[in-house]
Structures are given as C-alpha cells and as structure tokens.
C-alpha cells in the first residue's frame, strides 16, 4: 500500500484515495454495487449477471465470477459488522447490509461515507474499507 512520510507531522499518510477499495481490484463502489445485487436477487448465483455479465467486453467464467462474488460480499459483511460493533450509539440495531445501511444513513455511498465516518479506526477494519491484513488460517 502506498503511504507518504509526512516528517512534520512525525506519522505516515495513505495515499489510497476514499473512492477506491483496499487490497482488492475497483472502487468502493463496485464492491458496493456487487455486494447490493446479492441482497435484491437473494443468492450469489442470481446476481452473477448482474455483476458480471457474460457479454462484457472482459467478461470471465461463472466459476471466476461467483468467486468473485464471494470474496467481495464476506469482505463487506465483516466490514461492516465490525463499524457497526464500533458505533453502537449510532448505528445500534441496523443489520450490516448495504440495504439497511442506505436507509438509516441516507446516501447510495454507504462504503465511501462509512470509511469517512470511521476513519480514526482504518487500521483495524478488515477490506475493502480498512487496511488490516486478512488472518491466515
């Protein structure tokens, strides 16, 4: 991950920018809208065309996609259990899904505004929001 010494302040910057998701491929956004189409269609398997439509200019296999799939929506249910564990005042009794969490906090950015609210804990919270390594098993 690139960072930048900044030698007055005496700490390091990231020079990842709030739009983009962390040791993982595409925006926050993506991951947001990949994460989304599981919710409304109920299933991985109802939401590979979605996402990931077998007639894109770079498309991939069904295997590929669900995996792909897979791994953003693990990614951002832990994410987002983990903010809500971090803001009970705030967000107590919300479900960590991007459908509840779209309601409660009023925007269609949930990934964005989220890691703008939570931005003093990034080093602790799990990709894509936050910079904290994946535990090896």
Same mark, same amino acid.
């Given at each position: 991950m690139?960072?930048?010494?900044?030698?007055r302040q005496g700490a390091s910057v990231s020079l990842l920018p709030a739009f983009?998701?962390?040791r993982m491929s595409? %925006? #926050?956004?993506?991951?947001?809208?990949a994460v989304l +189409? &599981?919710?409304? +269609?109920? !299933?991985?398997?109802?939401?590979?065309?979605?996402?990931?439509?077998?007639?894109?200019?770079?498309?991939i296999g069904p295997v590929? +996609?669900?995996? !792909?799939?897979?791994?953003?929506?693990? +990614?951002?249910?832990a994410a987002l259990l983990a903010i809500i564990t971090l803001l009970p005042e705030r967000l107590s009794g919300v479900a960590p899904t991007i459908t509840a969490l779209r309601e409660v906090? !009023? %925007?269609?950015?949930? #990934?964005v505004v989220v890691r703008?609210? &939570?931005?003093?804990?990034l080093g602790?919270?799990? %990709?894509? #929001?936050?910079f904290r390594h994946r535990a090896r098993a």
């Open positions: 690139a960072r930048f010494w900044c030698p983009l998701a962390a595409g %925006t #926050l956004d993506a991951v947001e809208a +189409a &599981v919710e409304q +269609a109920g !299933s991985i398997a109802g939401a590979i065309e979605q996402v990931h439509p077998a007639d894109a200019e770079r498309a590929c +996609a669900q995996r !792909s799939i897979r791994r953003r929506l693990r +990614a951002v249910r906090l !009023s %925007t269609e950015r949930v #990934l703008c609210i &939570v931005e003093q804990h602790a919270l799990p %990709t894509p #929001l936050g």
